[in-house]
């Protein structure tokens, strides 16, 4: 992984690096964790240490739901607000810049969100762009897609309207044709769900429609915690390899993108947005938590005895106010060259 305070990568160029980069979803059959983490619908559990049960919402966003579950709308709402903190507004001039020089700029934006879930990333950036705005949010789940219809923004940042329109289907086979009129393209923590082969389609989709892409929250295999545990490496390790089964890229997935959209001639930028957990986010550090031990303990069962105490260890100091977690993502902007000479 190249790091870089914010770096930018054109078709056939390196990467230009800035100062330190601070070092996680949608599943390709476009059901949502919508802004990363994964979580069953009525609850459903899996097996964790410490002789409980581990809310699948905990594995940090990274880890799709079997295919039979879908994600849990309390899940997404309890880690929505460290979502919108983290999302990197550093992004948004440059998108900004790209969008007011459209052809058709005066008739509105139109944006696809793939993978909606609730519809957090439409209620961050929509007040943050100017202009009317037609929002097709994606997602597998009917219920997420009627929540997010309701919880939808009405009005953009200069009070033009917000509109929304829903798309049931496998975000998977996207292609350019399915972007024809598109202004733009979101999604929140889903690069690090998708295989090889679906980062290729989605930024061929992408350039072929000549749609710039906005990919934020996807997870770069750093964990801070503070104060330090002597397993806390152990369990990120193995954590990560987790993330990277059935061939989906996990932490992987963020270079992987870089590659495969500037490949197709775009122009793209990263910057980290990390989670900052402290004591405003106790609920979602609990959730979190168990997750991500539970995720690790599937991957190496042999560190189940000593991962229950490490956990009942690291809630009880969340609970006592006494734990500070930094969760590392990046955002990714990518500025494919626009269709008919458009700048």
């Given at each position: 992984?190249?790091?870089?305070a914010d ?6 160029g ?5 100062g330190?980069?601070p070092?996680?979803a949608?599943?390709a059959?476009?059901?949502s964790?919508a802004?990363?983490?994964?979580a ?14 581990l ?16 994600y ?9 607000s460290?979502d ?8 948004l001039?440059?998108l ?7 052809p058709g700029r005066?008739t509105?934006?139109t944006?696809h ?6 519809g ?5 950036l ?5 202009g009317a705005?037609?929002?097709v949010?994606?997602d597998q789940?009917p ?6 219809v ?5 009005a953009?940042?200069d009070g033009?309207p ?6 049931r289907g496998d975000?998977g ?7 024809d ?5 979101t999604a929140s923590?889903l690069l690090d769900?998708l295989t090889v082969e679906?980062?290729e389609a989605l930024?061929a989709?992408?350039?072929?429609a000549g749609?710039p ?6 997870v ?6 503070f104060?330090a545990?002597?397993?806390d ?6 954590f990560n390899?987790?993330q990277r089964a059935?061939?989906l890229l ?12 500037a490949?197709?001639?775009?122009t793209v930028r990263?910057?980290p ?5 402290d004591?405003?986010h106790?609920a979602?550090v609990e959730e979190?938590l168990?997750?991500w031990v539970?995720a690790?303990?599937?991957?190496r069962?042999e560190l189940?005895?000593r ?9 009880a ?5 006494e734990?500070r ?6 955002d ?9 000479g458009a700048?």
């Amino acid at each position: 992984m190249t790091t870089s305070a914010d770096m930018t990568m054109s078709a056939g160029g390196p990467l230009s690096t800035g100062g330190p980069l601070p070092t996680g979803a949608t599943s390709a059959s476009g059901t949502s964790a919508a802004a990363g983490a994964t979580a069953a619908a009525g609850g459903a559990t899996a097996a964790g240490p410490a002789g409980g049960v581990l809310s699948m919402a905990g594995r940090g966003g990274d880890t799709p739901a079997p295919e039979d579950h879908q994600y849990a709308p309390q899940w997404l709402e309890l880690r929505e607000s460290a979502d919108a903190d983290a999302r990197a507004t550093e992004l948004l001039d440059p998108l900004r810049i790209r969008l007011a020089n459209l052809p058709g700029r005066a008739t509105g934006l139109t944006v696809h969100d793939l993978g909606c879930g609730t519809g957090s990333m439409g209620r961050w950036l929509a007040p943050r762009l100017d202009g009317a705005q037609r929002w097709v949010l994606h997602d597998q789940d009917p219920n997420l897609l009627r929540l997010a219809v309701a919880r939808a923004p009405r009005a953009a940042a200069d009070g033009s309207p917000v509109t929304v329109t829903t798309r049931r289907g496998d975000i998977g086979r996207l292609t350019a044709a399915d972007l024809d009129g598109a202004s733009l393209v979101t999604a929140s923590a889903l690069l690090d769900v998708l295989t090889v082969e679906e980062i290729e389609a989605l930024a061929a989709a992408c350039a072929g429609a000549g749609v710039p892409a906005l990919l934020t929250l996807s997870v770069v295999g750093r964990v801070d915690l503070f104060p330090a545990h002597p397993m806390d490496t152990e369990i990120a390790e193995a954590f990560n390899a987790h993330q990277r089964a059935s061939d989906l890229l996990g932490p992987d997935a963020i270079t992987v993108a870089c590659e495969a959209f500037a490949q197709r001639g775009a122009t793209v930028r990263v910057h980290p947005s990390p989670w900052q957990l402290d004591t405003r986010h106790t609920a979602l550090v609990e959730e979190w938590l168990r997750g991500w031990v539970g995720a690790a303990c599937e991957q190496r069962p042999e560190l189940t005895e000593r991962a229950e105490a490490y956990l009942r260890d690291r809630l009880a100091a969340n609970a006592a106010g006494e734990l500070r977690a930094v969760v590392h993502h990046s955002d990714l902007l990518a500025l494919p060259r626009p269709r008919g000479g458009a700048s």
